[in-house]
């Protein structure tokens, strides 16, 4: 079994008395994160993975009760967080750039 197989099989379970969490970062469709998804229960192994290869995405994840602090400090250029959001977007553009490449090379 490879390393993708084990991360597709774990599963998390939801915590009730944890506060729901949004990943307020841009959209990065290879790994299907999309902008203002809501987690319960902790963040699901296609985040953790996301995570693993944009470590920047963690810091974007607050929990929904600070959404609107969170999305005024994106659009605030200058900020920490504002910042971490182009960041994210950056490297989420060289990440699907390699993806359109490979789904391409596979097509042919």
């Not at 900020?79 to 993806?99: D, G, M, P, S, W």
């Amino acid at each position: 079994m490879d390393e993708d197989e084990i991360l597709q099989e774990e599963t998390y379970t939801e915590n009730e008395n944890t506060e729901p969490v949004i990943y307020t970062g841009p959209n990065i469709i290879t790994f299907g994160l999309m902008q203002y998804l809501v987690m319960t229960g902790g963040l699901p192994p296609y985040v953790r993975r996301a995570i693993e290869k944009i470590p920047e995405i963690e810091s974007l994840i607050v929990p929904v009760s600070e959404l609107e602090s969170m999305k005024q400090k994106i659009r605030k250029a200058g900020t920490n967080e504002a910042r971490l959001f182009y960041t994210v977007q950056e490297e989420a553009a060289k990440i699907n750039t390699e993806y359109r490449k490979k789904s391409r090379r596979r097509v042919k």
